[in-house]
T-cell receptor
Framework: GQQLNQSPQSMFIQEGEDVSMNCTSS?????WLWYKQEPGEGPVLLIA?????ELTSNGRLTAQFGITRKDSFLNISASIPSDVGIYFC??????????????FGRGTSLIVHP | NAGVTQTPKFQVLKTGQSMTLQCAQD?????MYWYRQDPGMGLRLIYY???????DKGEVPNGYNVSRLNKREFSLRLESAAPSQTSVYFC?????????????FGPGTRLTVL
């Protein structure tokens, strides 16, 4: 199956710092999705990207669809304690003849110290 | 409006036992999905139902069966549980019949097979 490498695996930061994480794929995706999962809960969609080069923001979160279509990035500015959770990327091949079943990364665990 | 609900929240089974995980959504969504999440792993799709009356295999369907009972409910059955099926199971739903639409996840069922 397709491989998604998400890094870093975990991050321990101070409140107010900016955060960057990324996902890379061995193959092309036509859609990239970023989710956040809090302890004991299901994932919640943060940002969806549909076009190579696209840059989309949702409050303090900004995500980019890489030009090569094989990577995506998520940035969180001025982190706050409630940003704590696991962030997952997911890619969908889609397109002509492609499957829309998403492939998920293994997640980036974010801990924010007050 | 409860969104996506799952029962039970926790379950312990012995190898060879059977059980059904229940999922219901009250958002009048057309599509529903079952995922499993293993420690340190991303979500993997087990089965999905694009619309009432249809079901399709996902990435890891072996050992599972599903039933789309009606538009609201989508159940997942383990006929003969195995330790490898120890996982957290998430149900999700989306309005439109496509994976590109936003998926809303339930809180999960934590299953342990001894």
């Amino acid at each position: 199956g397709q491989q998604l490498n998400q890094s870093p695996q975990s991050m321990f930061i101070q409140e107010g710092e900016d955060v960057s994480m990324n996902c890379t794929s061995s193959s092309i995706f036509n859609t990239w999705l970023w989710y956040k999962q809090e302890p004991g809960e299901g994932p919640v969609l943060l940002i969806a990207l549909y076009k190579a080069g696209e840059l989309t923001s949702n409050g303090r979160l900004t995500a980019q669809f890489g030009i090569t279509r094989k990577d995506s990035f998520l940035n969180i500015s001025a982190s706050i304690p409630s940003d704590v959770g696991i962030y997952f990327c997911a890619g969908q091949p889609g397109g002509s003849g492609g499957s829309y079943i998403p492939t998920f990364g293994r997640g980036t665990s974010l801990i924010v110290h007050p | 409006n409860a969104g996506v609900t799952q029962t039970p929240k926790f379950q312990v089974l012995k190898t060879g036992q059977s059980m059904t995980l229940q999922c219901a959504q009250d958002m009048n969504h057309n599509s529903m999905y079952w995922y499993r999440q293993d420690p340190g792993m991303g979500l993997r799709l087990i089965y999905y139902s694009a619309s009432e009356g249809t079901t399709d295999k996902g990435e890891v369907p072996n050992g599972y069966n599903v039933s789309r009972l009606n538009k609201r409910e989508f159940s997942l059955r383990l006929e003969s549980a195995a330790p490898s099926q120890t996982s957290v199971y998430f149900c999700a739903s989306s309005l439109r019949r496509t994976f590109t639409d936003t998926q809303y996840f339930g809180p999960g069922t934590r299953l342990t097979v001894l």
